[in-house]
């Protein structure tokens, strides 16, 4: 019967051995917003009574929340601001029962928006949010900033290494792979790698990229950003932040890359036609651009774009010379530096 | 750390008791009433729970096969096992499972055994803090505690464990692998892998077993 006592004690100690913080200077709770049939998480952490919160919009589609906490950057931002890591719709620990054809970019904006007016319930009216959009999440943020009148609800936009139009991307990306390519071989950096990109990116047809195309680019740009890393082009991230247990945490990682990629495959066909540069001319609140200089995913060539199409008087485009994909993780004092003095002024 | 410590137990309890004397093998009915089971049910091994259950016997096959001086005996039960778990995904869901499994069962000579089930049933995820409720217009209408979802269950399960006797009262010792596959969450489905250790008693109270049909081979 011990046997029988242990399981029982542990299972009562690891349910009861967690609590919930309400001090507003160091939040850690978790609520749950309800739209058209998903129940999605919203991990709400740090200095949420500095009376800003910055609702993190992360990439994929497939990716989660909190995959966004693991960084240094987070750890300082956290101290200064509220932080809301979203679980979007079928990502993460969103759970609900909806049809496939409900899975769109459209109703996605919805759901941010019922985020954003829970945190502006829960914190109060006055409470200021920014959007920080990564990758996918800048595809997302982007569509939500030119619908209707929805950037009025917002403070700020960042936009990190956004993908807001993917078919210039696709184009943009084998530009970059080619010009970085030249460059790397001349410097005789990762030589036979490099070449092979160049025959690769030689022999594809840019007036007519496939997905099987956009899938390669994803893949080579990760490879790229490897060797520039080698060879110190990129800056190693540093440890920080906290990173979801594999095991304890609360993003299970079963669930969330399970969900993550059924969505990701229902929103692919429809996310390769996003194409929103022309349409951010309707952009008016203030933004930031953020974008790493070796950006291969989504290149800076998109960051400049928006730079220059969208309104806004207050708007500002920073490149991170050390950066790949993720200049929260490569630059993250710089990164952290630009967010902070974005949001001081506003 | 503690999952090794439990794991490790069973294997030695096992070893140690599995020793029967197999000219004497008790049956595995051990008496009228239908056994319950207690076990550990962890979501992805480390995600806990709790699973509740009671075996209902439906058929037993004995055999006994004689292989040069040794005689073989096996012992088969069909079983039916409603189940009650309760397990969390920590600071996410709480998820409340109620299921039927069809199991099949099979004891060697010295009482230990190799199981396969299948499960039907009925999940319900609880999310956990408030959940805030946006209309069609995207206002937000109100909050609650407490709120859920609820989807059907199907799964499949693999286990095995061995009886030992304590104070010539048997227990048993076992662990399963389940897979779960929940429909329609989101747009698909859910699949779930959970670790389960768990003891089986025989009260001598409670719901009174049927006659369990047995054939003798």
Known sequence: MRLFYLITGMVIFTFFGCKKSTDLTQIEETIYVRSTGADMPVYLRGRVGSGIVILLVHGGPGGNGLEYRAGKYSEEIEKKYGVAY????????????????????????????AVVNTIKLKYGSATKVIALGHSWGGTLTAKYMVTDDLQYNLDGWIEADGAHDIPRLNKAAIEKFKSEAKTQIALGNNTSNWEGILIWANAIDTSNITNENGGDINKKAREAEGWLLEDNFIQAGEEGGVKNSLLFGPTNLLTSTVTGMQMSSLLYSEV?????????????????????????????ALAYDAFNTISSANKKIVIFEKSGHSPMDNEWEAFTKEVTTFIKAL | M????????????????GQTDSSNIPSVLFNDYSPLSASYYGNLLFQPGIKLAMDRNLLKIEENKVKKRKTKHTQKLLYIQPNFTFYVHPKTLAVLQLNTELGWRRYNNRLLFTEVALSIGYSRRFNKGE????????????????TSRGYFATGISLGCGGVIFIKEKPITLYSKLNANLLTAHNAGLLPEGILEFGIRFQPNFGLKNTTVKTIIK
């Open chain 1, 86 to 113: 979203w679980d979007q719709r079928g990502q993460g620990m969103s759970q609900g029962t909806y049809k496939k054809a409900e899975v769109t970019v459209d109703n996605m904006v919805f759901d941010m928006n």
């Open chain 1, 272 to 300: 390769e036609e996003v194409a929103l540069t022309n349409a951010l001319k309707k952009v008016t609140i203030p933004t930031l651009i953020l974008w790493g200089k070796y950006d291969f995913v989504v290149p800076p």
């Open chain 2, 2 to 17: 503690r999952f090794f410590i439990v794991l490790i137990s069973f294997c030695t309890a096992l070893t140690l008791n």
């Open chain 2, 131 to 146: 959940t805030y409720f946006a209309d069609s217009a995207g206002n937000i209408t109100g909050s609650k505690k407490g």
